[in-house]
């Protein structure tokens, strides 16, 4: 069995959470999700609701904020 990868880090001792690789990774995908949410945002009170792809369903009513 061999080990299985690590995450970026050479030293073992460095845990996970502090690992420079997840950090680029965490963010990367926290920047993802937040482009995603500004799509759903209204200028009037609610929100879109998102249709399977992504872009704002405008054939649905808007969630309640």
Not at 35 to 61: K, Y
Request: net charge negative; with cysteine; hydrophobic share 35%.
């Amino acid at each position: 069995m061999t080990d299985p990868p690590s995450l970026g880090a050479p030293d073992p001792e460095t845990r996970w959470l502090q690992d420079p690789v997840h950090r680029d990774w965490l963010a990367r995908h926290a920047a993802s999700q937040f482009a995603f949410f500004r799509r759903c945002l209204r200028p009037e009170p609610g929100f879109h609701l998102l249709d399977t792809d992504g872009p704002p369903d405008h054939g649905c009513p808007a969630a309640a904020a």
